[in-house]
């Protein structure tokens, strides 16, 4: 076996606010070091002090350079820093079908969602069913009673072996088919026992009424809800297929749901928000959040969740003329970076909703990072495992790998089970697309969703590039604050770490 290597050690540098650090890729670890080690580490090979003094003589003595190296050498040997060592590939194991099958059976599903129905009371305009955005082929329109019994049933049969698993219910509006959601909680709950699995549903929450709120409450169902901010962002373009704002429909029914058992509000409901252009309006949008007297017991709990709009494959920005002030993310995404810096100093995250979209996670993958050598082979960060972690179902019965996957990665049908050849292949490609990972300073931090890869037959040139580039960017960024809160509050990155003082956990 040929171990891939190269004499150089695996690392990353940085610079922040005039100190130098090094990133050491095969331990894993964050390093401040003095400018003369930053200047040499590239250089560094075992037994070429002789080239190293030469290419730095003109900046440093000998005798710095040798004592730097003496230096680097003990970190070698008493931390195990700056190893040259690369891993072969990145994989996930799961090439072949047999080791597929088992894998699934071992491990069973964690969360079912079901596509009642692809039909909608409202027309938002940056929503997949709009028109402006390049969706999957027409499909049924509404999900039979037969198509969702057989993926219940298939879903059922092999429960997650560690957590309570989700039936999850999309759309379309999903409450427009109230029925088909009623009958399939009934069924699970007399066929597979009352309380062995959880309920949520994703709604634009204008057609709550006391019906279904009191089935959602005497069956514990979580809410996500969508909502954008106060009524001027809200209604732009979350609107009824009149073309009439949905605001105050919203606020009306989520007003009506707390006063009427404050206690499941507080629980199970969450809100959904999109953040789209232009966004001069963002102090006023994450006021509201804030702020709301409706809304401050689930903001106050962090569960007010939120994402970017999408702008691939869309006509979304172009018809609204809002190409130049995509731009204007960057400037966003700052501010957001300085309000999570600011929380994390005040040991308090309850309040974080849009923040998490920045460096958050990377803050929070460093915070927990294991200090470890690299594997041979690795697992890369982000991908899940195919039909595990979600088993999207389409009104149609096609098994998808999650809700955004468009007309990727279907995995199959409800009368034909999984594919397990097609899932070995999209494992195996990814493998291709990934190929390069194993040279990249970024491996143990770069998140690499199935759905951000997208199609993988067309992640290459400048798509790839553009991916790795802004990743590297985030991670970066992210070692960056990183290091500067360290500085300011050696304890305050805890909070992530251990989750104490978050207030977030329900």
């Known amino acids: 076996m040929i171990t891939n290597r190269s004499g150089k050690p695996f690392i990353k540098k940085f610079k922040f606010d005039d100190l130098f650090y090094i990133y050491d890729v095969n331990t894993n670890q964050l390093v401040e070091v003095e400018k003369p080690v930053f200047d040499i580490i590239d250089d560094y090979e075992d037994d070429n002090t002789g080239a190293i003094e030469s290419k730095h003589g003109n900046t440093y003595s000998i005798h ?24 072969e590939k990145v994989t996930m194991g799961l090439r072949r079908i047999e080791t597929l099958k088992k894998f699934q059976q071992k491990t069973g599903f964690h969360q079912l969602l079901l596509e009642l129905t692809r039909g909608c009371n409202l027309n938002c305009s940056y929503c997949p069913t709009s028109g402006k955005y390049a969706g999957p082929e027409p499909e049924p329109v509404h999900m039979d009673k037969k198509t969702y ?44 026992g009352k309380d062995r699995y959880s309920f ?40 009824t297929r009149n073309n009439k704002g949905t605001f105050l429909t919203i606020m009306k029914n989520l007003e009506f749901l707390k006063a009427y058992d404050s206690d499941y509000f507080s629980r199970r409901v969450s809100i959904s928000s999109v953040l789209t252009p232009p966004f001069d309006d963002f102090d006023e949008i994450l006021n509201f959040f804030a702020n709301n007297k409706i809304l401050n017991p689930i903001s106050a709990k962090g569960k007010i969740r939120t994402s970017f709009v999408g ?23 700052d501010r957001l970076v300085e309000r999570l810096k600011e929380s994390i100093l005040e040991h308090c995250l309850p ?31 982000g991908p899940c495992h195919i039909g595990l972690r979600r088993l999207f179902v389409r009104t149609n019965g096609d098994f998808y790998i999650c809700e955004r996957s468009g007309d990727n990665y279907k995995i199959g049908h409800v009368d034909t089970g999984y594919d397990y050849e097609g899932i070995a292949g999209y494992y195996r490609k990814l493998e291709e697309v990934l190929y390069d990972c194993k040279n990249c300073w970024a491996i143990n931090h770069c998140e690499r969703c199935w759905v951000q890869l997208g199609n993988l037959d067309e992640f290459t040139g400048e798509k790839k590039e553009d991916f790795c580039s802004y990743n590297k960017g985030m991670i970066e960024t ?29």
């Open 64 to 87: 710095e350079i040798r004592r730097r190296i003496r230096e680097i050498k003990k970190a070698v040997k008493d931390h195990g820093l700056f190893s040259s060592f690369r891993p």
């Open 149 to 192: 019994r057989k993926a219940v049933d298939l879903f059922c049969k092999n429960p997650h072996s560690s957590e309570k698993p989700f039936i999850s219910f999309y759309g379309g509006e999903p409450l427009k088919r109230f029925d088909l959601l009623r009958d399939t909680v009934e069924y699970v709950k007399q066929t597979y």
């Open 200 to 239: 949520n549903i994703t709604t634009n929450g204008t057609l709550l009424n006391r019906e279904i709120i009191d089935f959602f409450i005497a069956n514990d169902v979580h809410i996500l809800c969508s909502l954008d901010g106060p009524e001027r962002v809200n209604d732009r373009y979350r609107l």
């Open 311 to 333: 702008t691939e494959g869309t006509t979304f920005l172009e018809d609204f003329g809002l190409e130049e002030s995509v731009k204007d993310l960057n400037r966003v995404h």
């Open 351 to 381: 309040h974080l909703s849009f923040e998490k979209n920045t460096v958050y996670p990377i803050l929070e993958n460093l915070a927990k990072r294991p200090v470890k050598k690299l594997d041979v082979h690795m697992q890369p960060l």
């Open 478 to 506: 992210a070692f960056k604050v990183y290091v500067e809160l360290l500085k300011k509050d050696p304890d305050c990155l805890k909070i992530l770490s251990d989750g104490s003082g978050t207030g977030i956990k329900d």
